[in-house]
């Protein structure tokens, strides 16, 4: 028998784990919702500052996201070792609310380094991991090659898998052949798909219906159109910034208000644009600090905006009325 650690906020805990129990947990988590993939806050010598984290977290509390994404893209994983990618984890934990879902991504290059991250991330206290695909050989990740890895981690995963395609940054999509054979898994319970291309999103909720399997919208910029095709919720960098905004646009979208959410979701575009695709990192960053939150410095070889990348920044949210 296997133990994983779980991390409350009155201290630690141990449960006792089977795979078959991991595999019926993953059938129930509702993903359904909205969660902001943190930053991660540096000090001047880039170091994590736990600190300021604890601060923006305290903030996020107050806003009724489903859960938090720990270690994303916007939580700068790839240039943090293995160890502080599962300490932010751990920390993330230790202050999030009892009922709030910790979703800690634990992608790595390799299988068996990314089935070993993620026991680790199960045992800092993660609900479930966010799993992006090996791209550094990507003339070679093709399906076959990319269902052996995932099937590989799903089997060994002390919680639900949920796979992440962000082609902007891999250079290639998950295809969608693939995805509709990993739902079949069942310690693999959903995706977050960060490309934008409806038709897939719609496509891929359509043929996992029967599997009960759950598509997060990964940009804030296609959220509405996410839910037309049956999205559950998204996680969106945005939601760093303004939150509560997003959480409203769901909760417009759930309630079929949907000349109000066409309203909210068109004054988002361009401010969710600036954040990802544009100006990427140091554009959220530099947004989150206008808005209250420490965002800070980048971590090397990533650098700060420049004053003119600052000034579009700035109309990109000033012309559509948050700042």
């Given at each position: 028998?296997?133990?994983?650690?779980?991390?409350?906020?009155?201290?630690?805990?141990?449960?006792?784990?089977?795979?078959?129990?991991?595999?019926?947990?993953a059938?129930?988590?509702?993903?359904?919702?909205?969660?902001?993939?943190?930053?991660?806050?540096?000090?001047?010598?880039?170091d994590?500052?736990?600190?300021?984290?604890?601060?923006?977290?305290?903030?996020?509390?107050?806003?009724?996201?489903?859960?938090?994404?720990?270690?994303?893209?916007?939580?700068?994983?790839?240039?943090?070792?293995?160890?502080?990618?599962?300490?932010?984890?751990?920390?993330?934990?230790?202050?999030?609310?009892?009922?709030?879902?910790?979703?800690?991504?634990?992608?790595?290059?390799?299988?068996?380094?990314?089935?070993?991250?993620?026991?680790?991330?199960?045992?800092a206290?993660?609900?479930?991991?966010?799993?992006?695909?090996?791209?550094?050989?990507?003339?070679?990740?093709?399906?076959?090659?990319?269902i052996?890895?995932?099937?590989?981690?799903?089997?060994?995963s002390?919680?639900?898998?949920?796979l992440?395609s962000?082609?902007?940054?891999?250079?290639?999509?998950?295809?969608?052949d693939?995805?509709?054979?990993?739902?079949?898994?069942?310690n693999?319970?959903?995706?977050?798909?960060?490309?934008?291309?409806?038709?897939?999103?719609?496509?891929?909720?359509?043929?996992?219906?029967?599997?009960?399997?759950?598509?997060?919208?990964?940009?804030?910029?296609?959220?509405?159109?996410?839910?037309?095709?049956?999205?559950?919720?998204?996680?969106?960098?945005l939601?760093?910034v303004?939150?509560?905004e997003?959480?409203?646009?769901?909760?417009?979208?759930?309630?079929?208000?949907?000349?109000?959410?066409?309203?909210?979701?068109?004054?988002?575009?361009e401010?969710?644009?600036?954040?990802?695709?544009?100006?990427?990192?140091?554009?959220?960053?530099?947004a989150?600090?206008?808005?209250?939150?420490?965002?800070?410095?980048?971590?090397?070889?990533?650098?700060?905006?420049?004053?003119?990348?600052?000034?579009?920044?700035?109309?990109?949210?000033?012309t559509?009325?948050?700042?």
């Amino acid at each position: 028998m296997l133990c994983v650690r779980v991390w409350t906020r009155c201290g630690v805990r141990y449960r006792p784990w089977r795979r078959n129990v991991s595999h019926k947990a993953a059938a129930r988590l509702d993903l359904s919702g909205i969660y902001p993939p943190i930053a991660t806050p540096f000090t001047a010598k880039e170091d994590v500052d736990y600190r300021k984290l604890e601060e923006n977290l305290q903030k996020y509390d107050e806003i009724p996201f489903k859960g938090l994404v720990v270690q994303g893209s916007n939580g700068e994983y790839p240039y943090l070792t293995e160890e502080e990618r599962v300490e932010v984890v751990a920390a993330v934990r230790r202050s999030l609310p009892l009922g709030k879902l910790l979703l800690a991504g634990s992608g790595c290059e390799s299988t068996r380094a990314t089935v070993q991250l993620t026991a680790k991330m199960a045992a800092a206290g993660a609900d479930a991991v966010l799993v992006v695909n090996p791209c550094f050989y990507k003339g070679k990740m093709d399906s076959r090659a990319l269902i052996h890895h995932f099937t590989k981690v799903a089997d060994s995963s002390p919680v639900p898998v949920v796979l992440y395609s962000v082609p902007a940054n891999t250079g290639l999509d998950l295809p969608v052949d693939a995805v509709v054979e990993l739902s079949q898994h069942p310690n693999i319970l959903g995706l977050k798909d960060s490309g934008g291309d409806i038709t897939r999103i719609g496509l891929i909720v359509h043929k996992t219906k029967a599997q009960d399997f759950q598509v997060l919208a990964g940009s804030a910029g296609f959220l509405m159109a996410a839910y037309c095709v049956g999205a559950v919720g998204g996680v969106c960098a945005l939601a760093n910034v303004l939150g509560q905004e997003l959480c409203e646009l769901e909760r417009l979208c759930r309630s079929g208000c949907w000349e109000e959410a066409k309203v909210l979701q068109q004054r988002l575009i361009e401010p969710n644009a600036a954040v990802t695709r544009k100006l990427g990192v140091p554009a959220l960053k530099q947004a989150m600090e206008w808005f209250g939150y420490h965002g800070g410095a980048c971590r090397s070889p990533l650098q700060p905006l420049t004053e003119a990348e600052t000034q579009l920044l700035r109309q990109d949210f000033s012309t559509n009325g948050w700042l």
